[in-house]
């Protein structure tokens, strides 16, 4: 094709779109809905995912040393489970910090309960905090931990405690909530693109006469389907970017919302930083579907 009959093509595409004027509205109006809807969820998923990824990481490993584990002892204990693959930090928290946190935890109506206990007369023991690279394997490390006991002959480690049960239950409950989340934009995905087929091919139909004509007059299939491919990817870029807009001004406002009342405690992801997936995904989305639609329903109208 040359350039001059590609310019052509172009010409007739933009022109399509403003000639079917409503045909061209009802068009983009179903894409701008379809994918809201759909960018709506995507947004929905990508907080829970980012909640999950946030309960996932704050599971730590609390590896409590029996009382008479010494400073020399406890620094080699330290090295062996900062050197495991799978370990991202380890942190000593000494019994008198270990207090001091309990104190603050408890609050002041545990200040009765816990009289008479200082630095002298102090019954936790030191203990080592492990954070782990994924959390995923929190159990397998903590086995690992428990394992270092029995190569030395003082066994410094008197408990290893890292939520037993309840972590594995935070794993499968996020896995699932993401697992969920990814099939129903799938499936939204699959919905939206159905849906603006059919409002597409509702516009073709409507012109199913002009094809006719073009066809009797000699043009060929490839010359009649240039400007509706390009009429397509028009709609759909006109489409998604409309939705782009409208989702970044409601979500916007809705995340300043959120952010500035502490009482609801949550943290939605800044448009900013997700802007370029979503748009992108949208534009790409609409404009797939904008040129699919055009030339599955085109399709049938070249055989005459």
């Known amino acids: ?27 983009i109006t179903s894409i701008v ?13 990508l907080n829970v ?13 609390n590896v409590h040393l029996t009382l008479n584990t010494d400073q020399k002892m406890r620094e080699k204990l330290e090295n062996e489970i900062g050197n495991m693959p799978e370990v ?64 030395h002959e003082e066994q410094p480690i008197y408990k290893v405690n890292y939520g037993k049960g309840s972590v594995e239950t935070l794993f499968k409950v996020t896995k699932a909530v993401r697992n969920i989340g990814f099939i129903f934009v799938a499936g939204l995905a699959l919905m939206s693109m159905f849906l603006i087929s059919n409002t597409i091919r509702v516009t073709i139909l409507a012109r199913r006469k002009e094809i006719g004509i073009m066809k009797l007059v000699g043009a ?5 389907r240039w400007p509706f491919f ?10 998604s970017v409309v939705t782009s807009g409208a989702l970044y001004a409601g979500y916007s406002s809705l995340v300043s919302s959120v952010q500035g009342d502490p009482m609801l405690g949550l943290q939605l ?17 609409g404009v797939l579907i904008g040129v699919w639609g055009s030339t599955v329903s085109i399709r049938k109208f070249l055989k005459v």
């Open 1 to 27: 094709m040359s350039f001059k009959t590609f310019l052509r093509h172009l010409r007739e595409g933009f022109k399509n779109v403003f000639r079917n004027g409503w045909m061209s509205v009802a068009s």
């Open 33 to 45: 809905v379809s994918l809201f809807v759909l960018g709506v969820f995507i947004l929905l998923v």
């Open 49 to 61: 995912n980012q909640i999950a990824d946030k309960a996932d990481s704050q599971v730590q490993i």
């Open 88 to 151: 991202s930090k380890v942190e000593f928290v000494s019994k008198e910090q270990g207090l001091k946190e309990f104190r603050e935890d408890m609050g002041p109506d545990a200040a009765e309960l816990l009289e008479g206990f200082d630095e002298d007369n102090n019954p936790l023991p030191d203990k080592l905090l492990v954070e782990v690279i994924e959390p995923t394997t929190v159990p397998f490390v903590a086995e690992k931990i428990e394992a270092l006991n029995k190569t």
């Open 220 to 224: 060929t299939n490839y010359f009649i």
């Open 230 to 239: 390009i009429e397509g990817a028009l709609i759909g870029l006109i489409g």
């Open 269 to 285: 992801i800044p448009f900013e930083n997700i802007w370029l997936l979503l748009c992108g995904l949208l534009v790409g989305l």
